[in-house]
């Protein structure tokens, strides 16, 4: 496994930096996925084992995530873009990892006093709500992370250098993230099923102590060892008469509440109060939140942005909620980290296939074939609902999931590398930072979803709701397919195959 992670590449002998610098960059990603990723697939079962026969608090920890990186997302962005490296990096990883302890402690305590609910329902519902706070906090954190190693990062180490080293760094990047996604939860699951849920508990939160350090020193060694980073940091600090948020954007920001509370507030009559809700509208505009999503909206590849989104309004992942019905329908946690760890292991060589079917029909074309390919194996999940023998289900439920991820990770890869060609570096954090945002808000209509039909033997609804979004998602992205290339299937050359045969 170490071999294919991070031995060097072909092309990052021709860098102008050491490639071992290369090594510390996944090394440090692959520990701090790692943390996510565990905590990702332990709290649903953590959740429908404090309170059993209902999908609520599992649904609620999703709504409060989600709702914490939709609300905060755009934030987040603009603090990584605004921030300098090195204090992006202490902020991202001290609060990743404390907020994860917290959660972890938290939980260790709710398992050990099962009975707390009754006994002490005050105590209960704080436990659980600094659980749910401190697991938002952690990954809003995470958030943090992901925007600077993948969206910044990895594009400012590719400028210059051998051409081709973007896709693949991309490439083991998620296949970094999906290694953990196999792993980390097989061995969660392992010591769920043959030690306790407590020891689960225990274990996450000794990892999220003890790796902090190694993940910092990784992560500084790459800055001080690579100059373009360095020159990019510096390019952040030097004052840029033409942003809209400089060194000065306190000030600024506080200036535009107290015009647009001015322009608001006045009556004049109707033409004036006409020009002054125009005038209104432009400093609402320049608040940093909007401004944010203005900048999005403005994009070129809103539209791939989008239909990636709306594949995170979905239970068919092995997220909380399905990871939560499958426990209640009996399958045992280790059988449920396999399958995820299958899941990965198909995302991993969706990160090989790739650079090679990118290389060959484009990066719009490979996006295109990917989302279809999803919604493909998704129809097994689909048919699932009317088999009724509960085991057969399931396992088409795993498979179905399982099996889609090769045209899910492919498609995720082919939308970010867009979004790294087309968005012009000023607005690339801007726009990574409301792209996660846009994608929480979806997942977070998901685990909404989830609190309205919380009785896991509905769970069939919240399949096909997800399957009509992920439909919907092709649909958007074929849309923007045509309108780019004007065509979606080269017919002549489908003709010519024909006659030639």
């Given at each position: ?7 060097p590449?072909?092309?990052l002998a ?6 071992s ?8 990603h ?21 309170w059993?026969?209902s ?6 920890y999703g ?5 914490s990186t939709?609300?905060f997302g ?6 990584v ?25 938290a ?5 050990s006093?099962?009975?707390l609910k009754s006994?002490n ?5 704080s436990?659980?709500s600094?659980?749910?706070i401190?697991g938002a906090v952690?990954?809003?954190s ?5 925007i ?11 400028e ?6 973007l896709t693949?760094m991309?490439?083991v ?6 290694i953990c996604k ?5 061995v969660?699951?392992?010591i769920i099923?043959?030690?306790s849920l407590?020891?689960?508990s ?6 999220s102590?003890?790796?902090?350090w190694?993940?910092?020193?990784l992560f500084?060694?790459?800055y001080n060892?690579?100059p373009?980073?360095s020159e990019?940091?510096q390019r ?14 306190e000030q600024?920001?506080?200036a ?8 608001c ?11 002054q ?7 609402v505009?320049?608040i940093?939140?909007f401004g944010a999503?203005?900048t ?6 809103l ?5 990636l989104?709306l594949?995170?309004?979905t239970?068919?992942s ?7 019905t499958?426990?209640?329908?009996g399958?045992p946690p280790?059988?449920?980290g396999?399958?995820r760890?299958?899941?990965?292991t198909?995302g991993?060589a ?6 090679a ?7 719009i074309?490979?996006g295109?074939?990917?989302?279809w390919?999803?919604?493909?194996f998704?129809?097994?999940?689909v ?6 023998d509960n ?9 179905g999931?399982a099996?889609s991820?090769l045209g899910?990770?492919?498609f995720d890869?082919?939308?970010?590398q ?9 607005d ?6 409301v792209?996660n ?8 209509m998901a ?12 769970f ?5 709701l ?5 439909t ?9 397919v045509?309108r780019?290339r004007k ?11 024909i006659?030639d045969?």
């Amino acid at each position: 496994m170490n071999t294919l992670l991070l031995s060097p590449e072909p092309s990052l002998a021709q860098c102008s930096f050491p490639t071992s610098l290369v090594t510390y960059l996944y090394s440090g990603h692959f520990l701090a996925r790692w943390g996510a990723r565990m905590w990702e697939f332990s709290v649903g079962l953590y959740m429908i084992s404090i309170w059993p026969e209902s999908l609520l608090l599992a649904a609620i920890y999703g709504v409060v995530e989600s709702s914490s990186t939709a609300l905060f997302g755009p934030t987040v962005g603009q603090l990584v873009d605004k921030l300098t490296y090195p204090k992006v990096l202490r902020l991202w990883l001290l609060t990743q990892n404390f907020s994860f302890m917290t959660a972890g402690a938290a939980v260790t305590i709710l398992l050990s006093c099962p009975n707390l609910k009754s006994t002490n329902f005050a105590a209960f519902i704080s436990l659980i709500s600094i659980t749910n706070i401190s697991g938002a906090v952690g990954v809003l954190s995470t958030l943090a992370g992901t925007i600077l190693i993948e969206r910044e990062w990895v594009v400012v180490i590719s400028e210059g250098q051998p051409p081709g080293l973007l896709t693949r760094m991309n490439s083991v990047i998620r296949r970094i993230d999906l290694i953990c996604k196999l792993f980390a939860p097989m061995v969660s699951g392992f010591i769920i099923s043959f030690v306790s849920l407590r020891a689960s508990s225990v274990a996450f939160g000794l990892l999220s102590t003890i790796s902090v350090w190694f993940q910092y020193s990784l992560f500084v060694s790459v800055y001080n060892g690579i100059p373009s980073l360095s020159e990019s940091n510096q390019r952040r600090i030097t004052p840029k008469a033409s942003s809209s948020w400089g060194d000065d954007s306190e000030q600024n920001y506080s200036a535009l509440e107290g015009e647009t509370s001015k322009f608001c507030r006045k009556g004049y009559s109707t033409s004036a109060e006409s020009s002054q809700r125009g005038n209104c509208a432009e400093q609402v505009l320049k608040i940093p939140l909007f401004g944010a999503w203005k900048t999005y909206l403005e994009q070129e590849v809103l539209l791939p942005g989008v239909s990636l989104a709306l594949l995170y309004f979905t239970v068919l992942s092995f997220g909380i909620l399905m990871t939560a019905t499958l426990e209640w329908e009996g399958t045992p946690p280790f059988v449920i980290g396999i399958a995820r760890g299958i899941s990965a292991t198909i995302g991993i060589a969706a990160t090989l296939v790739y650079p090679a079917l990118q290389s060959r029909i484009s990066t719009i074309r490979t996006g295109l074939w990917s989302i279809w390919s999803q919604w493909t194996f998704l129809l097994v999940c689909v048919a699932s609902i009317w088999v009724k023998d509960n085991h057969v289900s399931a396992y088409m439920l795993m498979g179905g999931v399982a099996t889609s991820r090769l045209g899910l990770w492919m498609f995720d890869l082919a939308v970010i590398q867009q979004m790294q060609d087309e968005v012009p570096e000023s607005d690339r954090c801007v726009v990574g930072g409301v792209q996660n945002s846009l994608q929480s808000i979806l997942d977070l209509m998901a685990y909404v979803m989830g609190i309205f039909i919380s009785n896991p033997q509905d769970f069939w609804k919240l399949m096909i709701l997800s399957f009509l979004a992920v439909t919907l998602s092709a649909l958007l992205y074929t849309v923007y397919v045509y309108r780019v290339r004007k065509h979606l299937i080269h017919w002549e050359k489908i003709c010519c195959w024909i006659f030639d045969s």
